[in-house]
């Protein structure tokens, strides 16, 4: 959605996006400057014009020219009801009119209904003219991907800029552009001043003589942090919490990836029948056998099961899934050898009662003296038993295997099951492919201690020093604690030869370079001959916390 068009629906909103216009309702006794009207005038203030009205919605600002009539001014375009000036919460006498504080470019017919008042507002706002409004916009996109605005801070855009003509340039082009915030992105994001080495940053460089030496050092965001270690360590949950849609209805125009078809086949054990349909909970074993003879370029496996799954590849767990709806697409190669190679999977049935089961296997996986790729599927092929691994991923020893079955697909969901697979194995993208990302699930303690906003809050920058609370989460906190403890379980579920091997991994990994020799020491002190669970904890804790690791450069 275009950024004017967006700004419009929630200035004069619909059903489904009023929230930002109406407020926090607050509960108790709360200031005359805390009601919903005035929360308007704030937050249009703020989040479009980055203009503070908070103070001049108790008194005339110290610090600026707005005034409490200009507060009120923009309180009374969304009130419903007469308004009168309340200063220091004692009420003055006077009346507020609706009006904007640039009365230059156009007014609000205070004699007009509300709604029409909102949709006047929403047009003053947004039209070309009014070149504050795309000027507060991109000068934010430039101060997240820069470190600092080009007016600094980002929300009194009354400060000089440092260079005029930089905003004037980059207001224009996100104009030019119809407003699209992703084609301004990428103006600056190509750029070769957003390209250019990093700032080193002194004392003192944030005053009136300031000057651009390069783009700054960013601390990572709450998000991006738990985002990273969710993806190093295999621990990112299944779904999203959001209601959004994550792919456009119409993707731009990409290079055509043919969909190859899918060689996997829903199976399940050769014992059902009309009149045995699989037990709820019902559990079976799958395997196949495969011979690798050189070095593995790349390797993916894509599953699903209905309604659950475990896999192992020679005897490490590689994955679980609890939703048979969206398959998983995973990295194998970590996971196989020279030689013969064994997948097991492990498929539960779900349900109350007796239903169709089913699981679903696909490889792909290339060598580097060959690049012909080998695929193959679940199939007849496969093998299956009634036994299941133990704790430790061995099958027992007098385990029977038979012949599977191939499972008719008649239900409908199924379809999408093995169309979203065809995709995933050939590299479409997809929508319900995505990984979950920490922006999109609820905030944890986590989250929040590393600055993670409440939702009734308008944070335009995050804090770029370490606080207190945060420095203890991140030290003991136990949040952390049991996101490494799970992440720590999930790496040792692959093969590592030594503890060499997993802290070269990690290091490359995680900061983009080898371990330096003073490095490796400290981390083969740390993991020990034999990584455990609680060494490679304590592991991750030490990585996650260099200033390399959390700092954007």
């Given at each position: 959605m275009p950024y004017d068009e967006f700004a419009r629906e929630l200035i004069a909103p619909t059903a489904a996006?009023?929230?930002?216009?109406?407020?926090?309702?607050?509960?108790?006794?709360?200031?005359v400057a805390q009601a919903p009207e005035l929360q308007f005038s704030q937050s249009v203030s703020q989040v479009f014009?980055?203009?503070?009205?908070?103070?001049?919605?108790?008194?005339?600002?110290?610090?600026?020219?707005?005034?409490?009539?200009?507060?009120?001014?923009?309180?009374?375009?969304?009130?419903?009801?007469?308004?009168?000036?309340v200063r220091c919460d004692i009420p003055t006498g006077k009346s507020a009119s609706a009006g904007w504080p640039f009365p230059e470019l156009g007014q609000v017919d205070a004699n007009k209904p509300r709604a029409e008042r909102l949709v006047q507002l929403a047009a003053l706002l947004t039209q070309p003219d009014n070149a504050r409004f795309q000027r507060t916009m991109v000068n934010r996109l430039w101060h997240r991907l820069m470190g600092r605005g080009i007016v600094h801070p980002v929300d009194a855009m009354q400060t000089e800029p440092w260079s005029q003509d930089l905003l004037d340039v980059l207001a224009n082009h996100f104009v030019a552009q119809k407003y699209d915030l992703k084609a301004t992105l990428e103006f600056i994001a190509t750029s070769r001043a957003y390209q250019s080495q990093a700032e080193v940053q002194l004392r003192d460089v944030d005053g009136k003589d300031y000057l651009y030496r390069g783009p700054r050092g960013k601390r990572l965001t709450a998000e991006q942090f738990v985002d990273l270690v969710w993806r190093l360590t295999g621990t990112t949950p299944f779904k999203i919490d959001a209601g959004v849609q994550r792919m456009p209805t119409k993707p731009a125009a990409a290079p055509e990836v043919k969909v190859a078809p899918l060689l996997a086949q829903p199976i399940w054990s050769n014992d059902v029948t009309a009149q045995r349909l699989p037990a709820a909970g019902e559990a079976r074993t799958f395997r196949r056998s495969f011979t690798i003879a050189g070095e593995v370029e790349h390797a993916l496996l894509v599953a699903t099961a209905d309604n659950s799954f475990e896999i192992l590849v020679n005897g490490k767990?590689?994955?679980?899934?609890?939703?048979?709806?969206?398959?998983?697409?995973?990295?194998?190669?970590?996971f196989l050898k020279l030689g013969r190679n064994q997948i097991i999977m492990v498929g539960r049935n779900g349900g109350t009662g007796p239903n169709v089961a089913a699981v679903w296997c696909q490889v792909a996986l290339r060598l580097r003296n060959n690049k012909n790729e080998v695929t193959f599927g679940s199939d007849a092929t496969w093998e299956w038993s009634a036994a299941l691994p133990n704790a430790k991923g061995v099958m027992p020893v007098k385990a029977a295997w038979l012949p599977v079955a191939k499972v008719p697909v008649e239900a409908a969901p199924?379809?999408?099951?093995?169309?979203?697979?065809?995709?995933?194995?050939?590299?479409?993208?997809?929508?319900?492919?995505?990984?979950?990302?920490?922006?999109?699930?609820?905030?944890?303690?986590?989250?929040?201690?590393?600055?993670?906003?409440?939702?009734?809050?308008?944070?335009?920058?995050?804090?770029?020093?370490?606080?207190t609370l945060e420095a203890i989460d991140l030290s003991n906190g136990t949040a952390l604690t049991s996101l490494l403890e799970r992440g720590a379980i999930s790496l040792l579920r692959r093969p590592w030869k030594s503890s060499e091997e997993l802290a070269r991994w990690l290091y490359l990994s995680t900061l983009c370079r080898p371990p330096s020799a003073a490095e490796m020491k400290v981390a083969l002190e740390l993991l020990g001959a034999q990584p455990t669970e609680h060494s490679t904890a304590d592991f991750l804790w030490a990585i996650f916390m260099l200033p390399e690791f959390q700092t954007i450069r």
């Open positions: 996006s009023e929230g930002f216009s109406k407020g926090i309702i607050w509960r108790g006794a709360v200031s014009l980055g203009i503070n009205m908070k103070c001049a919605s108790c008194h005339d600002s110290f610090i600026d020219r707005w005034k409490l009539k200009d507060a009120y001014g923009l309180a009374a375009i969304y009130s419903d009801h007469p308004m009168e000036l767990t590689l994955a679980k899934g609890e939703n048979w709806a969206v398959p998983q697409l995973l990295d194998l190669a970590p199924w379809k999408k099951a093995e169309t979203m697979m065809a995709q995933m194995i050939s590299g479409v993208p997809s929508s319900e492919g995505l990984l979950p990302r920490a922006s999109l699930v609820k905030s944890d303690l986590l989250q929040r201690s590393l600055g993670r906003p409440n939702r009734e809050q308008i944070v335009s920058s995050r804090p770029t020093e370490l606080s």
